[in-house]
């Protein structure tokens, strides 16, 4: 059975949308996993509700998943669309689900028998079944990060900084030549402005301590000094200690 997982991430508690019941999707920002029959894991992803879209987060050779969009429809439920591209000269495959504070997902579009059809249903069925969960996301209680276990020993940590919630969204680490590791790595982003790319973040752990080093956008490791200090930081220093 394909299966799929969301897990909220935490938002300052001035950044919470009108309360009220609404979907997984339509929270501010989660980690989505799905597992198709097969065991095998789709790539996780970060989702962004209030972009009504799927952006990838970690890299993983597993299966890209379907672009994933809703719609909050007039009568108060919402929709929920899949979209599997296709063979290069068919149009993409699409399922949509329609889902209520009340009810269990359901299907509202016409199947049609074949495997590729028949992979995506199976997909957009769990997804809708996992988002149609209402939940309420965590809030952060202090200004003190917050580290999230992830996938394949990486986390994430979430950090009230600046006026909204900055992500460290940790890649595989980098390795030396014989594949030893050399420093670990992340992608830093913000809640006020999800998809674009803060910048990259490397540390390495002496004596249990880490040493982050950041390059803002707009820098490169090769090119540009990173900053070693500064109030983001040093409030992620201890986070990322191991």
């Known amino acids: ?11 300052a508690a001035r950044d919470l949308p009108e309360r009220g019941p609404r979907p997984g999707f339509a929270l501010p920002a989660a980690m989505l996993m799905t597992t198709l029959d ?19 987060w970690l890299r993983y ?8 969009g809703w719609r909050v429809l007039p009568e108060g439920n919402w929709e929920l669309s899949t979209e599997l591209d296709n063979e290069p000269w068919a149009a993409p495959l699409t399922s ?27 997909y957009a069925a769990a997804l809708a079944q996992e988002l149609a969960r209402l939940t309420e996301p965590p809030t952060f209680q202090t200004d003190a990060p917050v580290v999230i276990a992830g996938p394949h020993d990486l986390i994430s940590v979430h950090v009230p900084f600046d ?10 680490p980098l390795e030396t030549p014989t ?11 913000r809640d006020d402005a999800p998809l674009s790319w803060e910048g990259c973040l490397y540390w390495t752990e002496d004596d249990g301590k880490a040493s982050p080093r950041y390059w803002p ?21 201890d986070a990322l200690s191991a």
């Open 38 to 56: 097969d065991s095998h894991t789709i790539v996780p992803t970060f989702w962004h509700g209030g972009l009504a879209c799927t952006q990838g």
């Open 96 to 122: 949509t689900y329609r889902l209520s504070p009340a009810a269990a997902a359901s299907p509202s579009g016409a199947a049609h028998a074949s495997p590729a059809r028949g992979e995506l249903d199976a």
């Open 61 to 68: 050779d597993g299966i890209r998943p379907p672009a994933a």
């Open 163 to 172: 006026g909204t919630t900055v992500r460290i969204l940790e890649h595989p």
């Open 1 to 11: 059975m394909t299966r799929a997982h969301l897990t909220p991430w935490p938002l």
């Open 217 to 237: 956008d707009g820098t490169h490791p090769a090119l540009d000094a990173p900053e070693t200090r500064g109030p983001l930081l040093d409030l992620l220093a």
């Open 179 to 189: 594949g030893s590791d050399r420093a670990r790595r992340a992608r830093v982003l």
